[in-house]
Every structure is written in structure tokens, then in C-alpha cells.
């Protein structure tokens, strides 16, 4: 199974700054996803990250918002620019396994927003 | 559209009582794939069991066992004489064939195993 880590693993932000979640994976993968996590809620696709091109934003995301970055086969950046304290959520990423449709995720990073 | 609804928002059972947590999703598709997540308070999502849309054969691993039944477009979970280790949120979530590796995720059922 893949090994994915997170940094931060959590974090405290206040309105208007913004923050930068990394993801680290111990094999090489093509495609890794960023999901979001409110309180009480369900996981939401934000973007799916592939190496050596755009990141692919979902419906009610955007770029400016939460620039992805893929610069290899292992590692991820998902930046959350100008937060407001609606952007307090788990932030989590993930990665298909091999030749199927499961996906390991990584442990996440609970960000709160003051 | 694609929705996946876990109406038991939170459940409490005493340990080694059986609980059954539900889940009933939404789509036209007809090849489709059902999965089970745990998320204890470490936050990490576990994979449980993955379901092709084809095969309705129920599976037992252990104390965990799932029922999926097409005709009522349910995939329910149930854990057999349950134990406080089980304490976490479970999440059902739905993947369609053809649109890679999108998940649609149920809002999850808070699961407490009082010892």
C-alpha cells in the first residue's frame, strides 16, 4: 500500500493569509487528488493533480483560490489563499491504487481559520 | 445526478452489540463501484471493501459483513459483535466508471462503541 503524508498537520490561520498543505508519497503516481473536509461533512473533490500539467479543478473551485502544484511523480502542494473561516476544513490527499479503482488517502491536514 | 445518502448521522451501540449502518445511493450508470471508508479520530480514511456494480454476493470478512442489494440501490454494513476499536465515521461513497477516479462520498455515520 502507499504511504502518504501530510504537512501541516494542522494549523491555525488567520482571515486573509494563506496556507500551503503538502503531500508526499513514497511510490510514484500519476494522478493525486485533493479532497476537502468541512466540519460534519462529507469529503468534496477540489482538484485532481497530475504531473507536468494543469491541475483540474471540480465545480465551485478555482485556481485562485486553491493553486495547485505537481512538480514530480510524488509530491503535491495544495495552497489556501486569502482564507476566510469558511475554509475551515480537512484537507486530504489521495492516490489510486495501482491497477484499481480503490485510493489510499493520506492522514490530513485540519486547518482552522480564526 | 450521483448521490450517496447515509441518513444515520450518529450511532450508538454497547460493545459487542451488532449495528448495521446504512447506505442507499443514486445513478443511471450501470457499471459503477461502491466502497466503504472508515475515519477513526486519527482522521486517515481506511479502505473497508470495494463492490462492482455487477456482483451482488454479499462478503463477510471477520466481524464485517456488506448487503448490497441493486433492487433498492443499497450497500449496508454491518459489524458483528462490535468493540470500542470500531468507534469512527464510516463513509460510503460511489465511483463511476467513466469518470476516473471521482469519488462521491456519503456524509458518513459517527459510529461510538460504549465498552
Known amino acids: 500500500s502507499a504511504v502518504i503524508s501530510q504537512k501541516p498537520s494542522r494549523d491555525i490561520c488567520q482571515r486573509g493569509t494563506s496556507l500551503t498543505i503538502q503531500c508526499q508519497v513514497d511510490s510514484q503516481v500519476t494522478m493525486m487528488f485533493w479532497y476537502r473536509q468541512q466540519p460534519g461533512q462529507s469529503l468534496t473533490l477540489i482538484a485532481t493533480?497530475?504531473?507536468?500539467?494543469?491541475?483540474?479543478?471540480e465545480s465551485g473551485f478555482v485556481i485562485d483560490k486553491f493553486p495547485i502544484s505537481r512538480p514530480n511523480l510524488t509530491f503535491s502542494t495544495l495552497t489556501v489563499s486569502n482564507m476566510s473561516p469558511e475554509d475551515s476544513s480537512i484537507y486530504l490527499c489521495?492516490?489510486?491504487?495501482?491497477?484499481?479503482?480503490?485510493?489510499?488517502f493520506g492522514p490530513g491536514t485540519r486547518l482552522t481559520v480564526t | 445526478a450521483q448521490k450517496v445518502t447515509q441518513a444515520q448521522t450518529e450511532i450508538s451501540v454497547v460493545e459487542k452489540e451488532d449495528v448495521t449502518l446504512d447506505c442507499v445511493y443514486e445513478?443511471?450508470?450501470?457499471?459503477?463501484?461502491l466502497f466503504w471508508y472508515k475515519q477513526p479520530p486519527s482522521g486517515e480514511l481506511v479502505f473497508l471493501i470495494r463492490r462492482n456494480s455487477f456482483d451482488e454476493q454479499n462478503e463477510i470478512s471477520g466481524r464485517y459483513s456488506w448487503n448490497f442489494q441493486k433492487s433498492t440501490s443499497s450497500f449496508n454494513f454491518t459489524i458483528t459483535a462490535s468493540q470500542v476499536v470500531d468507534s469512527a465515521v464510516y463513509f460510503c461513497?460511489?465511483?463511476?466508471?467513466?469518470?476516473?477516479?471521482?469519488?462521491?462520498f456519503g456524509t458518513g455515520t459517527s459510529l461510538t462503541v460504549i465498552p
Open positions: 461513497a460511489l465511483l463511476l466508471s467513466n469518470t476516473g477516479n471521482q469519488f462521491y
Open positions: 489521495s492516490v489510486p491504487r495501482t491497477n484499481s479503482y480503490e485510493q489510499y
Open positions: 493533480a497530475n504531473q507536468g500539467s494543469e491541475a483540474t479543478y
Open positions: 445513478t443511471r450508470d450501470t457499471t459503477y463501484y
